[in-house]
T-cell receptor
Framework: EAGVAQSPRYKIIEKRQSVAFWCNPISGHATLYWYQQILGQGPKLLIQ????????DSQLPKDRFSAERLKGVDSTLKIQPAKLEDSAVYLC????????????FGQGTRLTVV | GNSVTQMEGPVTLSEEAFLTINCTYTATGYPSLFWYVQYPGEGLQLLLKATKADDKGSNKGFEATYRKETTSFHLEKGSVQVSDSAVYFCALSGSNAGNMLTFGGGTRLMVKP
């Protein structure tokens, strides 16, 4: 079974530029998450989708971050404009419906803002 | 809100030593508890989980017991191997939080031959 796919693996941009990350979850998984992992810290949830609806985006900096999951399958996370403090690994995860279900993580996109 | 606190690393052990990584949590309701592992160059993988008080999760020789009275979920392994070198994350999923995970800061384990 294919895992969670993310691209690109690495991205370097200058501050104030824009960037987009893509995630394709495991087939059939209704729930999709985007996490931000700053170096030396644990992942922090940015946004959670169930199918194509947003469940929780309370920690998403909406002035610069946006995310969509239009057809309830793959998802895109965008940052515009980027700041130095956005340098982090952006992790996508997916899980099937239900409580206490396991979340499967992709390898992440490492973003460096210079 | 929910939070997870785990011991800071790095933890450096010799092969075959006993491992304990402490994890405590704060949560409303009855959360589920998890340990995730991140090997060098790889994504996060679920190591083990426990969904109710007194449950013991186990996998690959690692164990952790859900202790509600002490709000803890300490990770243990009787004899570590070099291949266990990784970063370990304790996490919880709140019963009213749509399965979203709240992570601790991670503990790096280095096992020397």
């Amino acid at each position: 079974e294919a895992g969670v796919a993310q691209s690109p693996r690495y991205k370097i941009i200058e501050k104030r530029q824009s960037v987009a990350f893509w995630c394709n979850p495991i087939s059939g998984h209704a729930t999709l998450y985007w996490y931000q992992q700053i170096l030396g810290q644990g992942p922090k949830l940015l946004i959670q989708f169930q199918n194509n609806g947003v469940v929780d985006d309370s920690q998403l900096p909406k002035d610069r971050f946006s995310a969509e999951r239009l057809k309830g399958v793959d998802s895109t996370l965008k940052i515009q404009p980027a700041k130095l403090e956005d340098s982090a690994v952006y992790l996508c995860a997916s899980s099937p419906l239900g409580t206490n279900t396991e979340a499967f993580f992709g390898q992440g996109t490492r973003l460096t803002v210079v | 809100g929910n939070s997870v606190t785990q011991m800071e690393g790095p933890v450096t052990l010799s092969e075959e030593a006993f491992l304990t990584i402490n994890c405590t949590y704060t949560a409303t309701g009855y959360p589920s508890l998890f340990w995730y592992v991140q090997y060098p160059g790889e994504g996060l993988q679920l190591l083990l989980k426990a969904t109710k008080a007194d449950d013991k999760g186990s996998n690959k020789g690692f164990e952790a017991t859900y202790r509600k009275e002490t709000t803890s979920f300490h990770l243990e392994k009787g004899s570590v191997q070099v291949s266990d070198s990784a970063v370990y994350f304790c996490a919880l999923s709140g019963s009213n939080a749509g399965n979203m995970l709240t992570f601790g800061g991670g503990t790096r384990l280095m096992v020397k031959p």
